[in-house]
């Protein structure tokens, strides 16, 4: 049976430590492969290995990863993919800001940076709300950019 899967694609780097006038601060970076640089990919697939499948079509362009995970989220399947920064060089693909606004198609790297008290996730800093509530899907229960980012950045992962 054909389903659709909602791919999660991302590269994290490791937290970079500030010290200010806030105190300590690691500083977080994650890349999301998104369509038009907003937008979470959507696959169709009939197979019993969606994730396998997809990984096949990223390693062809260049994009290798080293840790996926597929669960349901309000009803959808999800497969989380993370790439390897050492092996894929983030800089050789589109970037987001590189895209004209009413491109929809092209598949662009966007960063999203997550900071936070140092050492810990629990207590980040100068997320603005309207970023939190980003919605990377048009589904009617959309799929937020705070979601994903607290997935990734929590120590449990996604």
Known sequence: MK???VYI????????????ILGAIDLYTVHLLLVGGSVLLEESYEGNDPVTWYKGIL???GIFVIQEKQQNWKGRPIIW??????????????AWNELQKDD????AWKPFYYPCHA?????????AVSSRETA?????KPIT??????????????
């Not at 993919?81 to 589109?94: P, Y």
């Not at 990377?136 to 009617?140: F, V």
């Open 3 to 5: 389903q659709t899967y």
């Open 9 to 20: 694609v991302y590269a994290k780097r490791p937290p970079v430590q500030y010290t200010g």
């Open 59 to 61: 390693k062809d362009q």
């Open 81 to 94: 993919l993370e790439v390897d920064t050492d092996k894929t060089n983030l800089s050789e693909f589109t």
């Open 104 to 107: 929809t198609d092209t598949l």
């Open 119 to 127: 050492t810990t996730t629990k207590e980040c800093l100068g997320f």
């Open 136 to 140: 990377l899907q048009t589904s009617p």
């Open 145 to 158: 950019v705070q979601i994903v980012l607290d997935a990734i950045i929590s120590s449990e992962g996604p």
